[in-house]
């Protein structure tokens, strides 16, 4: 027997907030962390620090602070905490029954975030650089059986940037830069699927059903695509310094197949009888753009303070759409908002092979209220706080370590099972709390 039920709903659960990824620890999806120096001091100095070649990718116009040659690889690692707290879930159809199965509410995954950065001195004007890194994406991953299951169990998003720059000294105080950037996105995701409800929708089984037989849905895709950066550095005084980027918007269309399964036979009947087959779909996704201000100040012979300002163009991602090779598509609202994060940072020269690190920094979130507000991405305003030290072993060599603290707001979730796209996922509401601890390690050498 077959039954009328919406399999691009389904899918679109596993892609919507899924293919954005889960907590970054910056606002969305972004991850800013390309620098253990950055990350010490909270991203204060990541438009105007310009202290070695991985600032590159924050600001092109960074490696024109650089004389000669140089490069720089780090690792940052996200050890992320946040748990949905008094949670609620029903079927649409069917509010006083409860989706709970006593699955963890614990959502939290730790990530690897690799970066590397090279540059050369062409000339006594030009310089040629290459940066290699990932701003966006990371891992969540909850129980089978948790109580969020038909919105979200597993997303995983990588996201490689190639980006070669120029850098132009117009003056002895003056950069200008430009950089190409390509980037790979690769998603993995997949939620639980109410074949217990969908067989009693048919008929096949009774309403008490609901929420007892669970499929698994899971897509994956990857695409590639292309966007530019630009940047400016100025040395105002011998002691100031003022840096602009801006990064552009890019466009992947995530190319891939969905898979449908059931561990038990009930499921296994009620899929097979349900219309929904594997097969092939894409979804398009932006990377936003977003741009950088900051301002870098030598207030004493060992102390220097900064500050930067960097605004995210989040309201480009109104929806998500999705499209099967099998007909049709379907759509999610985001209706996401521009965001900015704000910070502060000061280092001290302890000794001369001995800088130390601090730091203080906001987040707002683009996420407007608790409707848009998912598992996948239970994004709230965040505050961080920062300390490091940079260690000179030679002339050429240094070494660098941070640590970042995450201080989430409350994220209230609210998703209503009445709305369309929810229909097969049910109502889930409840409030969640997010951390994180966040460890960066750079080596950058002069040759």
């Known amino acids: 027997m077959h039954y009328k039920t919406n399999k691009l709903a389904i899918a679109v659960a596993l892609a919507s907030a899924g293919l954005m990824a889960s907590q970054a620890f910056a606002a969305g999806f972004q991850v800013r962390e390309q620098s253990a120096k950055t990350l010490a001091n909270a991203l204060s100095n990541a438009a105007a620090g310009a202290e070695d070649v991985s600032f590159m990718a924050y600001n092109p116009a960074a490696i024109g602070n650089i004389d000669g040659n140089q490069f720089s690889v780090g690792a940052a690692y996200i050890d992320a905490d946040f748990e949905l707290q008094d949670a609620e879930a029903s079927p649409a159809s069917a509010p006083s029954l409860s989706y709970d199965n006593g699955g963890s509410r ?195 012979p060992r102390l220097a303070l900064m500050a930067n300002a960097s605004w995210t163009d989040w309201s480009s991602f109104e929806e998500l759409k999705v499209e099967f090779d099998s007909g049709g598509d379907s759509t999610t609202t985001e209706n996401w908002n521009d965001s900015w994060a704000y910070s502060v940072g000061a280092n001290y020269a302890l000794t001369d092979k001995w800088l130390l690190r601090t730091g203080l920094g906001y987040d707002e979130t683009p996420v407007p209220s608790a409707e848009f507000r998912t598992p996948r991405v239970p994004d709230a305003d965040r505050t961080w706080a920062t300390l490091g030290a940079t260690y000179q072993a030679t002339e050429n060599l240094g070494v660098t370590a941070g640590y970042m603290r995450v201080f989430g707001d409350g994220g209230k979730i609210d998703q209503d099972g009445a709305k369309e796209e929810n229909a097969r996922k049910g109502n889930l509401s409840g409030e969640y709390d997010v951390s994180a601890n966040v460890f960066a390690l750079s080596m950058d050498y002069r040759f």
């Open 106 to 300: 614990q959502g939290g995954e730790s990530a690897v975030v690799p970066s590397f950065a090279v540059k050369t001195q062409a000339s006594e004007r030009i310089d040629l650089g290459l940066a290699i890194f990932s701003p966006y994406g990371l891992a969540t991953k909850y129980d089978e059986d948790w109580i969020g299951r038909y919105h979200a169990i597993e997303t995983e998003l990588t996201t490689i940037d190639i980006q070669p720059t120029v850098n132009f000294r117009v003056t002895d105080r003056w950069s200008v830069a430009a950089g190409l950037i390509a980037e790979h996105g690769d998603a993995t995701i997949s939620n639980a699927i109410d074949l217990g409800g969908l067989g009693a929708q048919a008929s096949l089984l009774p309403a008490t059903a609901a929420g007892q037989f669970d499929g698994k849905a899971k897509v994956t895709g990857d695409d590639w695509g292309y966007g530019y950066t630009l940047g400016t550095l100025f040395q105002v005084t011998d002691k100031t310094r003022l840096g602009l980027s801006y990064r552009s918007e890019i466009d992947l269309v995530l190319d891939g197949e969905v898979e449908y399964s059931s561990d038990n036979s009930t499921g296994q009947t009620v899929l097979a009888n349900s219309g929904l087959e594997d097969g092939g779909g894409t979804a398009d996704i932006s990377t936003p753009a977003n741009a950088n201000i900051g301002v870098f100040h030598q207030l004493t």
